[in-house]
């Protein structure tokens, strides 16, 4: 094994580089003759990745016990993904009932999108100029999002809702923000360890669903709210009269509504949840499923709230890069030509079903499917046996979230499904024989 020398240390070589077919032809099957990729040191890839990346994994869902618990002992690292298909880097095949944190809608390396990327960075995806297509995109946003009349592109989640919150500040001159949900990683919404307390006061976090609350919270804030910020699913649908509450507040104390809709964008409707409810945010976020796991996020809304951005200062390099851009154009395009969240409606219906059929086959208890149709979940009651459940899983080519959601996608067809409950039949049973001993 050759190990270049670099002040001292030795430096394994990378991950082999992508297949040349991948570049001239988007990689849409699998090849059986695959054996997946040792890593060429001694160590596993969980093993260097813990010696060289905080937690292992960059993205911290993806970290070995978020997938499986505190036990960890199922793959963590893939070398390639295609529809809804993973192929481990110990050359295991597992369906994936994740899709990336729900990111991907369509499928992973789905050709015609692809090819649109490949094609956009062959003509060089950045320069001292914006990218035509930032515009096309922005323009195509506004007519499928309700809210939208304007659009700042930005490249994750977390920062289209950083850029909403900083938004409503500017534009209503207050500084409380009243929020329900998970808004990604920034200051302003976390209260964890490196937050300065005075941001962490600036912010109340409410509970979903719950108009008594949202009424006291905004009460407690005596005048001072710029923002109510809600994710407006979790685990289920909320009533129409919290979400009714929080535009009613909203307008009476001149403060901004704000729909994270990462998740339920291009999801639940294109537009997201505030076009399946039919009631409209004046700011909202989107991510994720917009550019089918490419990096983009948006932040869109009415037009004069949208020019405070102008009042303050939001910018990222590369936020127009126009590899992502050209993705949310073909998924723009994708939305266009069918109505695929009906059929992510119907397809997680369908892999809901075979879930809760092999929990009924398998004669398991203690674990029930919840969460809606399009972004699923299973509940264990005891950590553990989630745990055993999710390896067993695992080992019988099914990859579930652990204690979050399953999101269908497109890809899920026919035979995903059929090898879902085979799946987790056989997860199920091994939990049932495992209860048994
Ligand atoms: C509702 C919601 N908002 C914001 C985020 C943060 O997005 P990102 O991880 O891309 O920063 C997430 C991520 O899961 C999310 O689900």
């Given at each position: 094994m050759v190990f270049s020398r670099l002040f001292g240390k030795s430096v394994p070589p990378v991950a082999p580089p992508p297949r040349e077919d991948a570049i001239s032809e988007p990689n849409v099957t699998f090849?059986?003759?695959d054996e997946g990729v040792e890593s060429p040191t001694d160590e596993t890839w969980l093993a260097r990745a813990h010696r060289v990346i905080v937690g292992g994994a960059s993205t911290g869902s993806k970290r070995a016990d978020r997938i499986y618990g505190a036990v960890a002992d199922g793959p963590t690292h893939f070398i390639r993904a295609s529809g809804c298909r993973v192929e481990t880097t110990e050359g295991d095949q597992l369906v994936d009932c994740t899709m990336a944190l729900g990111s991907v809608a369509i499928g992973y390396a789905e050709p015609q999108l692809t090819r649109a990327v490949i094609e956009a960075l062959a003509n060089g995806h950045v320069?001292?100029?914006?990218?035509?297509?930032?515009?096309?995109?922005?323009?195509?946003?506004?007519?499928?999002?309700?809210?939208?009349?304007?659009?700042?592109?930005?490249?994750?989640?977390?920062?289209?809702?950083?850029?909403?919150?900083?938004?409503?500040?500017?534009?209503?001159?207050?500084?409380?923000?009243i929020g329900c949900g998970y808004f990604g990683w920034h200051d302003w919404?976390?209260?964890?360890?490196?937050?300065?307390?005075?941001?962490?006061?600036?912010?109340?976090?409410?509970?979903?669903?719950?108009?008594?609350a949202l009424e006291r919270a905004v009460s407690d804030a005596g005048g001072g709210v710029a923002a109510i910020a809600i994710e407006p699913v979790i685990e289920r649908l909320p009533s129409k009269e919290w979400i009714a509450a929080a535009r009613r507040l909203c307008d009476a104390q001149g403060a901004v509504l704000i729909f994270d809709e990462i998740k339920t964008g291009f999801?639940?409707?294109?537009?997201?949840?505030?076009?399946?409810?039919?009631?409209?945010?004046?700011?909202?976020?989107?991510?994720?499923?917009?550019?089918?796991?490419?990096?983009?996020?948006?932040?869109?809304?009415?037009?004069?709230?949208?020019?405070?951005?102008?009042?303050?200062?939001?910018?990222?390099?590369?936020a127009s890069e126009a590899g992502?851009?050209?993705?949310?154009?073909?998924?723009?395009?994708?939305?266009?030509?069918?109505?695929?969240?009906?059929?992510?409606?119907?397809?997680?219906?369908?892999?809901?079903e075979a879930v809760g059929a092999?929990?009924?086959?398998?004669?398991?208890?203690?674990?029930?499917?919840?969460?809606?149709?399009?972004?699923?979940?299973?509940?264990?009651?005891?950590?553990?046996?989630?745990?055993a459940f999710l390896e067993a899983?695992?080992?019988?080519?099914?990859?579930?979230?652990?204690?979050?959601?399953?999101?269908?996608?497109?890809?899920?067809?026919?035979?995903?499904?059929?090898?879902?409950?085979?799946?987790?039949?056989?997860?199920?049973?091994?939990?049932r024989e495992r209860d048994e001993r």
């Open positions: 090849d059986p003759r320069s001292g100029l914006s990218a035509a297509h930032e515009v096309e995109v922005a323009e195509r946003l506004c007519g499928v999002i309700p809210c939208a009349e304007k659009v700042q592109f930005l490249k994750t989640g977390a920062e289209a809702m950083s850029a909403a919150i900083r938004i409503a500040r500017a534009y209503t001159g207050r500084d409380t923000v919404s976390a209260d964890s360890d490196g937050v300065p307390d005075a941001t962490q006061q600036q912010f109340r976090r409410v509970p979903f669903d719950d108009v008594n999801r639940l409707a294109t537009g997201g949840y505030q076009q399946y409810a039919e009631i409209a945010p004046d700011l909202a976020a989107f991510g994720k499923a917009m550019a089918n796991g490419y990096p983009l996020s948006a932040v869109c809304g009415h037009a004069a709230l949208m020019d405070a951005a102008e009042k303050t200062w939001i910018s990222s390099t590369l992502a851009l050209a993705a949310a154009a073909a998924v723009l395009a994708w939305h266009e030509r069918a109505d695929l969240c009906a059929q992510l409606w119907t397809t997680g219906k369908d892999m809901r092999a929990i009924r086959a398998s004669g398991v208890s203690g674990v029930t499917v919840d969460g809606i149709d399009p972004m699923w979940l299973l509940r264990f009651e005891d950590p553990e046996r989630e745990t899983a695992v080992r019988n080519g099914v990859l579930f979230k652990r204690g979050a959601y399953n999101f269908a996608a497109i890809a899920h067809d026919e035979d995903a499904l059929r090898e879902i409950e085979a799946g987790a039949s056989a997860a199920f049973v091994e939990l």
